[in-house]
């Protein structure tokens, strides 16, 4: 009962840039925490930001320096802006979300993936 919805994806340049959002709705109790995963094809799904509730973040490696994630709780969205683009961050990229949603009176624990977005980088 806890949708995610993705865009902002697309095709760029190497050295260029792409603000990715999702949002999350349902019948949400609490988000704890909001993140961005990618799948480049032979490849498993990796991390790639994440941030909670209490405004933590971490970033994978590759990533540091290129990409800021950010979160709005308010409106249940979380935004990945990615610069300085390269090759290798082509892949399809998953919003995720855990937290608590209601199911009737009782608040159940949730993982939630969205549908993801492709983000091609090339020349």
């Known amino acids: 009962q806890v949708q995610l919805a993705e865009s902002g994806g697309g095709l760029v340049q190497p050295g260029g840039s792409l603000r990715l959002s999702c949002a999350a709705s349902g019948s949400l109790g609490s988000i704890h925490t909001m993140g961005w995963y990618r799948q480049a094809p032979g490849k498993e799904r990796e991390l790639v930001a994440a941030?909670?509730?209490?405004?933590?973040?971490t970033y994978a490696d590759s990533v540091k320096g290129r990409f800021t994630i950010s979160r709005d709780n308010a409106k249940n969205t979380v935004n990945l802006q990615m610069n300085s683009l390269k090759p290798e961050d082509t892949a399809v990229y998953y919003c995720?979300?855990?937290?608590?949603?209601?199911?009737?009176?009782?608040?159940?624990?949730?993982?939630?993936w969205g549908q993801g977005t492709q983000v091609t980088v090339s020349s």
């Open positions: 995720n979300a855990e937290g608590l949603y209601w199911r009737g009176l009782s608040l159940t624990s949730f993982g939630s």
């Open positions: 941030v909670t509730s209490g405004t933590t973040t």
